[in-house]
């Protein structure tokens, strides 16, 4: 099982990104993706995640109204678009896959398979 994560780079305050992550080795389908993020000093948070038929899609408040999680299940890819980026979501993000139930989405541990993580940096 892969995920490759991509996407990362310096942005100013305001502006956006968008990551991807390509899953491979496993059936995508079906499959729950999530977001996480770790920032220096802090322990990795849950950022956003999306079930596998994309229906529904769960943020954490910080990111509400800014960030947008989607998926191309034909592609096995999913997406965060981050918009109005603020310092503070400064981190390293990792995309993370499994078959979970919903009560425990947010929770990393919950999670077996990772990418690599990729480095946002936003510059105020």
């Known amino acids: 099982v892969q995920l490759q994560a991509s996407g990362g780079g310096l942005v100013q305050a305001g502006g956006s990104l968008r990551l991807s992550c390509a899953v491979s080795?496993?059936?995508?389908?079906?499959?729950?993706m999530a977001w996480f993020r770790q920032a220096p000093g802090k322990e990795r948070e849950f950022v956003a995640a999306?079930?596998?038929?994309?229906?529904?899609?769960y943020y954490v408040d910080s990111v509400k109204g800014r960030f947008t999680t989607s998926r191309e299940n034909a592609k096995n890819t999913v997406y965060l678009q981050m918009n109005s980026l603020k310092p503070e979501d400064t981190a390293v993000y990792y995309c993370?896959?499994?078959?979970?139930?919903?009560?425990?989405?947010?929770?990393?541990?919950?999670?077996?398979?990772w990418g690599q993580g990729t480095q946002v940096t936003v510059s105020s």
């Open positions: 993370a896959a499994d078959w979970i139930p919903l009560s425990t989405i947010r929770t990393d541990g919950s999670y077996d398979y």
């Open positions: 999306i079930r596998w038929n994309g229906g529904y899609r």
């Open positions: 080795g496993l059936t995508f389908n079906g499959v729950t």
